[in-house]
């Protein structure tokens, strides 16, 4: 799973970043801070077994915080999009690749209006059009990927479309799918330019679904103008956050200033503080106790009720929650909703998928067959010859 941290220059693209995965990019206030893409892990929240089952977890691939699994995810920040991206300008075309293989999208806004599409001071620039532009781009693009061969698809199958579109991330059923709907030609196609441009938007819709990170909500009347955008845009989601505010928080916490747990909207300051970062971090504290800051819940929201994930802990020992050396709920696993234990079996390593013969729900004891779907939170043993 990939998700691709995007939008215009200078929304605090970067800055969300780096609070997402304490990964330090160069946070600078102009257009192209970021010239190579930057890949970091940030986290998705899950509520830890070791809580309801009174244990303490000793975590290998995650991070437990006072109940809280934090499970790592793959993600990337790529440079500022600029409008006309999809034809180069802006250095456009380079960083909407860059994007292709991401499964979802977390655009960042300016919610307090003061910068334009370009990157620009601007006075009350419009957030719904900034979402707008993105959309539109990557639809552009898409349907110029079309275009481009189009001396291909002329008069073929809807499969060679998916051909074209192979190094987009969409599927064979999700090319098909997006067609039906549409009620477009899928055998001999003769798509219009109109036809192609619906394709390329319903395409966009199911394989790079888009949360909205309105930022810089620390800064006046931004707060305000999100509750109006989130009435205009009902359809979209839409998480008002303060980058600047959780990379404070982060970094002081790795610094042992504050004890802060990412999303929470507590945080105390430690004895190891100074007076200046006691009054920097009481400066936040309001915000943050009424609000948070929005950067994890824009990452939890993306993961879990946009791309549809769960999250399932693994274990060789169904009585003990353990593995073979004793470690009590080691990995944290993310998989989508809907997968079975012989899928999942397979997601912990492609041997034990083939000799599955079955396996136990740690917390009932019983044991289930192949096509058994997990649930959120399922502790499970998988069995194998």
């Avoid at 639809?139 to 189009?150: F, Q, S, T």
């Avoid at 073929?156 to 009620?183: M, N, P, Q, T, W």
């Avoid at 966009?204 to 109006?228: M, Q, W, Y």
């Amino acid at each position: 799973m990939l998700i691709g941290i995007v939008g215009a220059p200078n929304k605090g693209k970067s800055t969300f970043f780096s609070a997402a995965t304490l990964v330090d990019a160069k946070i600078a206030n102009y257009p192209f801070t970021t010239i190579e893409p930057n890949r970091g892990a940030a986290y998705a929240r899950a509520k830890c077994p070791c809580v309801e089952l009174k244990m303490k977890c000793r975590p290998r691939n995650s991070l437990c915080e006072g109940g809280t699994r934090l499970i790592p995810i793959n993600t990337l920040d790529v440079a500022g999009l600029v409008p006309g991206a999809h034809e180069g300008k802006g250095r456009g075309n380079q960083f909407l690749d860059d994007l292709r293989q991401a499964d979802a999208l977390i655009q960042v806004v300016d919610a307090s209006g003061g910068t334009d599409l370009e990157g620009n001071p601007a006075n009350g620039a419009d957030m719904a059009e900034e979402i707008e532009f993105l959309e539109k781009e990557i639809d552009w693009w898409v349907a110029g990927i079309i275009k481009r061969n189009w001396s291909k698809i002329k008069g073929k199958g809807i499969s060679e479309v998916g051909v074209a579109l192979s190094g987009f991330g969409a599927s064979d059923v999700e090319i098909r799918g997006a067609a039906e709907r549409l009620e477009l030609e899928r055998e001999k196609i003769e798509w219009s330019n109109e036809e192609v441009l619906s394709f390329a938007t319903e395409i966009r819709k199911k394989t790079k679904p888009i949360v909205v990170a309105a930022n810089k909500c620390d800064l006046p009347g931004a707060r305000e103008r999100v509750v109006g955008l989130m009435e205009e845009e009902k359809g979209k989601m839409i998480v008002p956050c303060s980058a600047a505010a959780e990379l404070a928080l982060r970094k002081a916490n790795r610094a042992g200033v504050v004890r802060y747990v990412p999303g929470e909207r507590e945080f105390e300051i430690l004895e190891g503080a100074n007076e200046k970062q006691k009054a920097g971090l009481e400066a936040i504290r309001g915000m943050v106790r009424e609000h948070g800051t929005g950067v994890q819940e824009a990452i939890d929201k993306t993961v879990f009720e946009v791309l549809k994930m769960i999250a399932v802990y693994p274990v060789e020992d169904e009585h003990k929650y353990c593995d073979s050396k004793g470690v009590v709920l080691p990995d944290a696993y993310l998989v989508r909703e809907g997968t079975t234990a012989h899928e999942f079996a397979g997601k912990i390593h492609t041997d034990l998928q083939k000799r599955f013969i079955g396996a136990v729900d740690a917390r009932t004891k019983k044991r289930v067959g192949k096509e058994h779907v997990l649930k959120n939170g399922d502790v499970i043993k998988v069995l194998a010859n």
